[in-house]
């Protein structure tokens, strides 16, 4: 029998969970106190900014019930591009632009 072989190790189920997920490379905030998943993808952001401008995350962080990483964490329904695309609306504000537009009034 050969000795050097090792057992794999078995991994716990967050760790197995864990091992599967991606942090977001621009929205995963070390400071931040709530984990948002979307698919794979993992945001970490923060719970204040986002009940101040959404009813709805507001509700849906007073019904809590999971937790990711030691923090309170929700799986949504939505996927990464637009999860991405709402929260740099929420954290830059959202911007227009109009290419090779100029309007004409009189």
Do not use: W
Not at 52 to 69: G, P
């Amino acid at each position: 029998m050969d000795n050097d072989r090792k057992r794999p190790r078995k991994l716990d189920p967050e760790e197995a969970v864990n091992s599967q997920l991606t942090n977001h490379p621009n929205l995963y905030f070390e400071d931040g106190n709530v984990i948002m998943k979307a698919g794979n993808t993992l945001f970490c952001v923060h719970r204040t900014i986002l009940s101040k401008h959404s009813t709805v995350f507001r509700d849906l962080f007073a019904q809590n019930t999971e937790t990711l990483r030691g923090l309170p964490s929700f799986t949504l329904d939505d996927g990464k591009d637009d999860m991405e695309s709402l929260l740099n609306t929420v954290y830059d504000g959202m911007s227009v632009i109009i290419h090779n537009t100029i309007a004409a009034y009189g």
